[in-house]
């Protein structure tokens, strides 16, 4: 979309944020928001808030704040929240199954449609409604999804990072500890829950809260 170009990295990133709290002020019925409200809910001070809502045309009226319905309609463009991307999971192990069983269509419209593994105790069975195949037959299956969430043993990441790829997968969330390599077109986020813990515990100790 064009006018998303526009937007600066890191007001897109916050971009799942306020959507997520917004989404719930609209099911409580709420039509319009202040900036303070969302800057506490959110973490975000209220003049990047301002801004980042600048680059949306959305202008908040003093002694208004911003309508609710109109922020919603912008970011579900804005995210593809209307078009439902189809995503896959690979390794349906503690964390795999986790996954499977927690309802990520709840806030929008993200949808893990298959799951892969080679435990022959888990081919053919289902988790959370997720029918899961064998690893052997990924690439039989996986003619119409972007994305995949990866929860393998590290040893054999980049091995199923390049057969994803090969699939035509142009995103993976990558819960191993293994670093993967792939091509420029394709985007990897990382995700690390023991840097994610020492960042917590470096700023409980630096920056306590009040
Ligand atoms: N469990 C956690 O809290 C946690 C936290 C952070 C990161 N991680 C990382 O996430 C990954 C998964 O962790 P886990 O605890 O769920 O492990 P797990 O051993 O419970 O699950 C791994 C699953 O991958 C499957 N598998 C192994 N090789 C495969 C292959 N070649 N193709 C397809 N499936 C394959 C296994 O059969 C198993 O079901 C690991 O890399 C781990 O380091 C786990």
């Known amino acids: 979309m064009a006018s998303q170009n526009k937007i600066p990295q890191a007001t897109a990133k916050r971009l799942p944020l306020y959507y997520r709290f917004l989404n ?66 690979i390794g349906v192990g503690n964390l795999g ?24 105790n888990k081919i053919g069975t289902e988790a959370g409604g997720v029918k899961i195949y064998s690893i052997d037959e990924m690439e039989d299956h996986l003619t119409d999804v972007q994305a995949a969430i990866l929860t393998v043993p590290g040893a054999v990441a980049q091995n199923i990072a390049e057969r994803l790829v090969a699939s035509g997968i142009t995103g993976i969330l990558n819960f191993t ?25 470096y700023f409980m100790k630096h920056y306590p809260n009040d």
């Open 24 to 89: 719930n002020l609209h099911l409580q019925g709420k039509s319009r928001v202040s900036s303070k409200e969302l800057s506490e809910a959110v973490k975000v001070d209220s003049a990047t808030i301002r801004r980042d809502f600048s680059y949306f045309g959305a202008l908040g009226k003093k002694g208004y704040g911003y309508n609710v319905e109109y922020l919603l309609g912008f970011f579900r463009k804005t995210l593809d929240q209307d078009e439902t991307t189809k995503v896959a999971l």
């Open 97 to 120: 199954t986790a996954f499977l069983h927690y309802n990520f269509t709840k806030n929008n419209n993200t949808k893990i449609e298959m799951a892969f593994d080679l435990d022959p």
């Open 177 to 201: 500890p293994a670093r993967i390599t792939v091509p420029d077109n394709v985007r990897v986020h990382h995700i690390d829950l023991s840097v994610e813990l020492q960042s917590l515990i």
